[in-house]
């Protein structure tokens, strides 16, 4: 799409809404819904996105409004089963799986991810089934109901910038984590990519795989500044 217009702006809409218009005229979704944001803040942000574009207009270059989308035209129709999507995670939680070896990545994953489930065990009352290698662990059901709760219980905007934070990162712990602020985006982040980079120190640097973990440490960023954003 090329820019054809001259200025954005967020504006106040009488449902309790904002939306940004672009020259007076109201941006749309793809599936041709109103964008309406729940604050004035992130209504601002994403304006100064729309603001920034250049003559031909990327995408990847507008995050949140990207995600405002994701709210209006995937969450917000169908909330129970977008909620079901994420939640499902919970029964193959990227925490739940450790290395049997070397020592030092042994020591790196506890450091790293046995706070966040000692996290979760005390804000949801669950425990954890916790293995070594790749064959699947089953989790306690109490533990998967008691976080598909937790994942329902949110609203269609939080569930849109939950969603990359659970794909990308493979925990939803660490997603709910980050999204209550029990953890720093610095923080999840490097626990989610520990495998990763841990195999990249091994095996020397890979110019398509830094690039690959570099667009997926956007994206991470990106969902994580727009749950921020929310009122």
Request: aromatic content about 8%.
């Given at each position: 799409?090329?820019?054809?217009?001259?200025?954005?702006?967020?504006?106040?809409?009488?449902?309790?809404?904002?939306?940004?218009?672009?020259?007076?005229?109201?941006?749309r979704t793809p599936a041709r819904a109103l964008l309406l944001l729940p604050?004035?803040?992130?209504?601002?942000?994403?304006?100064?996105?729309?603001?920034?574009?250049?003559?031909?207009?990327?995408?990847?270059?507008m995050p949140l409004t990207g995600l405002a989308n994701a709210a209006v035209?995937?969450?917000?129709?169908?909330?129970?089963?977008?909620?079901?999507?994420?939640a499902r995670y919970a029964a193959s939680d990227l925490l739940c799986y450790?290395?049997?070896?070397?020592?030092?990545?042994?020591?790196?994953?506890?450091?790293?991810?046995?706070?966040?489930?000692?996290?979760?065990?005390?804000?949801?009352?669950?425990?954890?089934?916790?293995?070594?290698?790749?064959?699947?662990?089953?989790?306690?059901?109490?533990?998967?109901?008691?976080?598909?709760?937790?994942?329902?219980?949110?609203?269609?905007?939080?569930?849109?910038?939950?969603?990359?934070?659970?794909?990308?990162?493979?925990?939803?712990?660490?997603?709910?984590?980050?999204?209550?602020?029990?953890?720093?985006?610095?923080?999840?982040?490097?626990?989610?990519?520990?495998?990763?980079?841990?195999?990249?120190?091994?095996?020397?640097?890979?110019?398509?795989?830094?690039?690959?973990?570099?667009?997926?440490?956007?994206?991470?960023?990106?969902?994580?500044?727009?749950?921020?954003?929310?009122?």
């Amino acid at each position: 799409m090329k820019r054809f217009w001259k200025s954005s702006a967020a504006v106040a809409d009488d449902s309790g809404h904002w939306r940004i218009e672009l020259d007076g005229r109201p941006v749309r979704t793809p599936a041709r819904a109103l964008l309406l944001l729940p604050g004035e803040q992130l209504a601002q942000e994403v304006a100064a996105e729309w603001q920034a574009a250049g003559e031909v207009v990327d995408p990847r270059a507008m995050p949140l409004t990207g995600l405002a989308n994701a709210a209006v035209d995937h969450a917000a129709p169908k909330p129970d089963a977008f909620a079901d999507t994420l939640a499902r995670y919970a029964a193959s939680d990227l925490l739940c799986y450790r290395a049997d070896s070397p020592a030092k990545l042994i020591a790196a994953q506890a450091d790293a991810w046995d706070p966040l489930l000692g996290w979760a065990r005390r804000r949801f009352d669950v425990d954890f089934h916790v293995t070594e290698g790749v064959s699947p662990v089953d989790q306690p059901q109490a533990t998967l109901d008691q976080l598909a709760q937790a994942v329902h219980a949110l609203d269609p905007y939080r569930l849109a910038g939950l969603s990359p934070l659970v794909t990308i990162g493979g925990s939803l712990v660490a997603a709910l984590a980050l999204l209550e602020g029990a953890v720093s985006v610095d923080e999840a982040w490097a626990a989610v990519s520990l495998d990763e980079r841990w195999q990249l120190d091994q095996w020397g640097s890979d110019a398509e795989a830094e690039k690959a973990m570099a667009a997926r440490e956007r994206d991470f960023r990106a969902a994580a500044r727009f749950l921020s954003l929310l009122p």
